[in-house]
């Protein structure tokens, strides 16, 4: 099983940028970061494919945050810019997708431990 180990949390202000990264113990295959809010579901916020030739976002970040991968590294990136206090939440990479619907976590079968990003106003 692939392990994963994500970077790069911490405390910005509004309109700050951040960049996570996520490192496997495996090339990166198809990868996803999640985020959770205190009291929230864990949802899905952007995809990559093996080779990062298909990528997709869900609307509350799509033109602020940018999903990578680097295989020779076996990682995953999100640089995301332009925060918003609503982006405060924890984050998490994930890995073995079992090709069903990518922004739901039962389809995920590996996880990190998660990184805190808080954006404060």
């Known amino acids: 099983q692939v392990q994963l180990v994500e970077s790069g949390g911490g405390s910005v202000q509004a309109g700050g940028s951040l960049t996570l990264s996520c490192v496997g113990s495996?090339?990166?295959?198809?990868r996803v970061w999640f985020r959770q809010a205190p009291g929230e579901e864990r949802d899905g916020i952007a995809f990559?494919?093996?080779?990062?030739?298909?990528?997709f976002y869900d609307d509350s970040v799509k033109g602020r945050f940018t999903i990578a991968q680097d295989s020779a590294k076996n990682t995953v990136y999100l640089q995301m810019n332009s925060l918003k206090p609503e982006d405060t939440a924890m984050y998490y990479c994930?890995?073995?997708?079992?090709?069903?619907?990518?922004?739901?976590?039962?389809?995920?079968?590996?996880w990190g431990q998660g990184t805190q990003v808080t954006v404060s106003s």
């Open positions: 495996a090339p990166p295959k198809w």
């Open positions: 994930a890995a073995d997708w079992n090709g069903h619907t990518w922004y739901l976590p039962q389809n995920w079968g590996m």
């Open positions: 990559i494919n093996f080779d990062g030739s298909l990528t």
